[in-house]
């Protein structure tokens, strides 16, 4: 069963945005890397949280989701941030949320910045570190994502929360 906000957010993805799931590619995680040791170059204190399936060395989508935490330093990080990525995609400084899209190496990079752990990013946490320690569980995920390929990202996104897992 979906919860309030996974329902909220699925109303605003558009209905005719498609999945496009590829097999894993090493370089993701060495591009994750290259945009984490960037980020603590600046802020070597920062909270810096790479999560989904290129992290977990899965089929998927080949971009890279990451969180900063930026806590009581949020809009110290936010002006620097600014100088490393440009304009943010999305500004919410009221709920202290940022997100910027680029593409770094070729890969498609979606960089959040959160002023605090929310109970749906921590969701997200908790759901990869027990895909991470239990391989079997991983591969029957994988395999959901691999018979998403082509289907409305809605419909994928639904696939994918009821198993518990945003993306």
Same mark, same amino acid.
């Given at each position: 069963m979906?919860?309030?906000? $996974?329902?909220?957010?699925?109303?605003?993805?558009?209905?005719?945005?498609?999945?496009?799931?590829?097999?894993?590619d090493?370089?993701? $995680?060495?591009?994750? $890397?290259?945009?984490? %040791?960037?980020?603590?170059?600046?802020?070597?204190?920062?909270?810096?949280?790479?999560?989904g399936?290129? +992290?977990l060395?899965?089929?998927?989508?080949?971009?890279?989701?990451?969180?900063? !935490?930026?806590?009581?330093?949020?809009?110290?990080? !936010?002006?620097?941030? *600014?100088?490393?990525?440009?304009?943010? *995609?999305?500004?919410?400084?009221?709920n202290?949320?940022?997100?910027?899209?680029?593409?770094?190496?070729?890969?498609?990079?979606?960089?959040?910045l959160?002023?605090?752990?929310?109970?749906?990013?921590?969701?997200?946490?908790?759901?990869?570190?027990?895909?991470? *320690?239990?391989?079997?569980? !991983?591969?029957?995920?994988?395999?959901? +994502?691999?018979?998403? %390929?082509?289907?409305?990202? +809605?419909?994928?996104?639904?696939?994918?929360?009821?198993?518990?897992?945003?993306?």
């Amino acid at each position: 069963m979906l919860t309030k906000n $996974q329902e909220e957010y699925l109303n605003t993805v558009p209905e005719d945005k498609i999945a496009h799931v590829v097999p894993f590619d090493p370089a993701t $995680q060495t591009t994750a $890397q290259e945009i984490t %040791d960037e980020i603590k170059s600046v802020l070597p204190e920062a909270k810096v949280f790479y999560i989904g399936s290129s +992290k977990l060395g899965i089929a998927g989508e080949n971009d890279i989701d990451m969180t900063v !935490l930026g806590e009581s330093e949020f809009d110290n990080f !936010l002006k620097l941030f *600014e100088g490393l990525y440009g304009n943010p *995609e999305h500004k919410d400084l009221e709920n202290k949320y940022v997100k910027w899209e680029f593409v770094r190496n070729g890969f498609p990079v979606e960089l959040h910045l959160n002023g605090f752990m929310t109970p749906n990013f921590q969701e997200q946490i908790d759901t990869n570190k027990i895909l991470e *320690e239990n391989r079997d569980l !991983l591969l029957e995920y994988e395999q959901i +994502k691999l018979q998403c %390929d082509g289907i409305s990202w +809605k419909e994928y996104l639904i696939k994918n929360m009821s198993f518990g897992i945003e993306c």
